[in-house]
């Protein structure tokens, strides 16, 4: 197992009152997995890929990446030392720095890692290429679309290889066609690089291309889906459909 979450939960507690935000999770993903998780605003998607991320400590419960507990590494810097070394984000806004190009946006994190500079843009360029934008490397951001911006992105929480790439709602921002032609790229790129994907959306088009769907609920996880990759993609799509509404106590399955 690449992940394993067990007995996770996050509350705050205002005037000695607990609001969980993440309630007693428990869940396993084997390496190469491609899961997506659903649920409406305020299910606790986000927190969870918080957590795996450390960027927020948990309240109770443990989360072990590649066999090493993160309570190990709670304590800076060891949490970005963690970051750096295991965990890739891909984020709805992109989040690519405006004043350099698309190469060096890539080329950063290795840089900061201490990586030689022809070593680390080696890297970038082969990346670059492999998302379709080698010729465009020296472009800055403002003068990419929405799609070539999300595809740098990818390069870039690609770059040092990490085992898990946690993706929050990568493609909210773009239109169906670019969508269709990103998640090809995400599925690609981890069938080559034997990288698991952690990806949260809204979308049932979206979450067709995983293995296995899970959904939450008021912080819980309530449904766990494996994808029938027999189905063709429509089919897959209605199955979700049906569970996110089951899922929202909009209907019963």
């Known amino acids: 197992m690449i992940l394993e979450i067990q007995s996770l939960s996050k509350f705050y507690t205002t005037h000695s009152k607990k609001t969980y935000a993440i309630k007693d999770i428990n869940l396993t993903i084997s390496r190469s997995e491609f899961i997506v998780v659903m649920g409406k605003s305020g299910s606790g998607k986000t927190t969870l890929l918080q957590l795996i991320g450390a960027l927020i400590e948990p309240s109770e419960g443990d989360i072990r990446v590649d066999g090493q507990s993160l309570q190990e590494i709670s304590v800076e810097p060891h949490a970005t030392q963690y970051r750096r070394d295991k965990v890739g ?3 709805q806004f992109f989040n690519l720095i405006a004043s350099i190009n698309a190469e060096d946006n890539v080329a950063m994190p290795l840089l900061l890692a201490g990586v030689k500079k022809k070593e680390a843009y080696d890297k970038t360029k082969d990346l670059l290429e492999k998302v379709g934008l080698l010729n465009k490397r020296k472009q800055y951001p403002h003068t990419l679309s929405g799609g070539e911006q999300q595809r740098v992105a990818i390069a870039r929480a690609l770059v040092q290889n990490p085992c898990l790439l946690l993706a929050d709602e990568p493609t909210g921002n773009l239109d169906s ?24 959306t809204h979308d049932p088009q979206v979450a ?5 769907v899970i959904f939450l609920h008021d912080g819980k996880l309530i449904l766990d889906h494996a994808n029938d990759k027999e189905c063709d993609h429509n089919k897959r799509v209605s199955v979700i459909v049906e569970l996110q509404l089951a899922s929202q106590g909009k209907v019963d399955i």
């Not at 670019?178 to 790129?189: A, G």
């Not at 067709?208 to 296995?212: C, S, W």
């Open 89 to 91: 984000f891909i984020f």
């Open 177 to 200: 066609v670019t969508t269709s032609h990103i998640l090809s790229l995400l599925v690609q790129l981890q069938k080559y690089r034997n990288q698991t994907i952690l990806l949260v």
């Open 208 to 212: 067709a291309h995983a293995d296995r």
